[in-house]
């Protein structure tokens, strides 16, 4: 990367500071250039949510070769999270940190976290990601939904409207490989997970790691609805 590049990198994530900054490096006419767009994150002083207008937008005036982001506070290493999105996003990043104003290049490499103990990321390690990654060890692909932050208090209701198109039907009996659908100090369902037998349950809960734990009590009480893959009934 250019050092005029980073120089403007570092200007851009020095006027947010500190909240997070992101954009994209791209090339025009052969000269490679900076993109600042906009962190539209409910959270920015800890996440990023790049603008999806301003990607398309930067698509637009040329080729994309690298999206950035900054750290506030913290070291310039790809947390579980950036490791996540940068293997969707099949491109290299750019993270810069401030205020010590290192940084840290990395390209996608085939990460894949692990089920259990992950650290939650609302939209990309969530409740909804570790259902969608525990059906693909057994061969079944979940559609993937767009989500912001705390959709069920903004008249959304993702699992009711989506779950027959992501192949589940409602049951009433309760099966290893079931998905439960729980409603958690909200007016619709806003959690998911899978139940492993043995009454055993693997889910991942706001802020706190993935994990495996004891179905019943409290669980069971908010449960709402015990879905069935099609291809499992």
């Not at 120089?7 to 490679?32: M, Q, T, W």
């Not at 990309?124 to 993937?144: A, F, H, M, Q, S």
Request: proline share 6%.
């Amino acid at each position: 990367m250019q050092e005029s590049t980073v120089d403007a990198i570092r200007a851009h994530a020095e006027s947010v500071f500190p909240n997070e900054c992101c954009g994209l490096v791209y090339i025009r006419r052969g000269k490679e250039r900076y993109q600042p767009c906009r962190n539209i994150a409910a959270n920015t002083e800890a996440h990023f949510i790049m603008s999806p207008e301003d990607y398309a937008a930067t698509e637009e005036k040329g080729e994309i070769t690298c999206l950035v982001h900054s750290h506030c506070f913290e070291p310039p290493f790809p947390s579980e999270a950036d490791k996540v999105n940068c293997e969707k996003t099949g491109l290299p990043w750019f993270i810069y940190s401030l205020p010590t104003h290192q940084s840290h290049y990395f390209e996608p490499s085939g990460y894949k976290p692990d089920l259990i103990g992950r650290v939650f990321s609302h939209g990309v390690l969530d409740c909804y990601t570790l259902v969608r990654d525990y059906y693909k060890t057994i061969g079944i692909e979940l559609p993937d939904f767009d989500r912001t932050d705390e959709w069920w208090l903004k008249g959304q209701n993702l699992y009711l409207d989506n779950f027959e198109k992501a192949g589940f039907v409602v049951v009433d009996d309760l099966k290893e490989h079931d998905g439960l659908l729980m409603q958690i100090a909200a007016p619709v369902p806003n959690h998911a997970a899978v139940y492993l037998g043995d009454n055993r349950i693997m889910q991942h809960l706001t802020n706190r790691l993935s994990s495996v734990d004891m179905y019943g009590g409290w669980f069971e009480k908010v449960t709402v609805k015990i879905l069935r893959h099609k291809s499992l009934c």
